[in-house]
């Protein structure tokens, strides 16, 4: 893969990547290998974290697959034994596992009083397992696997962790409340962990992209006939730059926060790489 710059203090770094299945994360493992770090792949769809990792080596980078629920403690510490062999300790983690679920998103952006006799899901409708279900995976999903790989991290220099937030942890978006908040938690947990682990110099970071369209927002962001949908259109007026963004336009970000280098005093923040996003009130 082409990259914006190389990070060589990754050489040789064995870095975890939940969630690496998955659009943005595949292409983080890609561009870390790229930079000559090992990198596990761990999925909850293996078969997804097989076929990037296969790609990876076919590349000549080390990459290596392994099937993890990021809620699973036992799970999680069963890897990394496996990692620790294969690969060796982590140095860099990557919470990338996340997303919504359509138990825990309304219809409608605005609640009216006749939605309620209506064949929609509305606000009150909103399913509490599948509000759980999303806080669990966004925010637990970062937690647990930080609680599993922190530990090789102690007593080494150029450890790093990085979470993935989201727009709506500034501001939530209509529809998506729990994955809002769940969001707004990571964005919290980044800055609560940057401070936790700051003595024992370990750098904790998150990026929060703007609109990327992906397979997981597929469904709200494209009508049935692959025409934008509404809520596109809502995006792309609020976007200054007009478009959304390309997976590879976070690369930059990613080698950028995990160098120690170039960012080795940065703890604690949120990286937003949004086209303006968040800086646009809209007038
Ligand atoms: N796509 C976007 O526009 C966008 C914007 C902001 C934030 N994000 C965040 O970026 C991250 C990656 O998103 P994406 O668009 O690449 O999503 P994706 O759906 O393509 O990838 C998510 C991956 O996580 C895996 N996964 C889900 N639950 C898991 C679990 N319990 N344990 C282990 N793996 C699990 C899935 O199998 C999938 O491979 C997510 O945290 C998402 O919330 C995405």
Excluded at 50 to 78: F, H, M, P, S
């Amino acid at each position: 893969m082409e990259l914006p710059f190389q990070n060589e203090e990754l050489k040789g770094k064995v870095a975890v990547v939940t969630g690496a299945g998955g659009v943005l994360c595949s292409m983080f493992s890609k561009a870390l290998a790229a930079c000559g770090a090992r990198v596990a792949l761990l999925d909850r769809n293996l078969a997804a974290a097989e076929a990037q990792a296969k790609e990876i080596a076919a590349q000549g980078g080390t990459a290596r697959a392994y099937y993890a629920d990021v809620l699973d403690r036992n799970v999680l510490e069963k890897v990394r034994q496996s990692i620790l062999e294969d690969l060796g300790p982590c140095d860099i983690l990557i919470n990338g596992a996340g997303g919504n679920n359509p138990r825990a998103t309304t219809t409608n952006d605005y609640f009216r009083q006749g939605d309620l006799e209506k064949d929609i899901h509305t606000f009150f409708d909103l399913d509490t397992a599948g509000v759980e279900f999303v806080f669990n995976l966004n925010f637990l999903g970062a937690l647990v696997p930080t609680q599993v790989f922190a530990p090789d991290m102690m007593g080494k220099s150029g450890c790093s962790i990085l979470n993935i937030s989201s727009m709506n942890a500034f501001t939530p978006l209509t529809r998506i409340p729990a994955y809002s908040g769940a969001k707004a938690a990571v964005s919290n947990f980044t800055q609560w962990l940057a401070v936790h682990f700051s003595r024992e110099h370990i750098r904790v970071n998150a990026i929060a992209p703007g609109f990327f369209a992906t397979a997981q927002n597929q469904a709200l962001l494209f009508n049935p006939d692959g025409t934008p949908s509404e809520r596109t259109e809502k995006i792309l007026s609020a976007t200054p730059m007009e478009r959304f963004g390309k997976p590879e336009e976070l690369v930059g970000a990613l080698l950028f926060l995990l160098s120690e280098k170039a960012a080795g005093f940065i703890t604690g923040v949120v990286l937003p790489v949004d086209g303006g996003f968040s800086a646009y009130s809209g007038v």
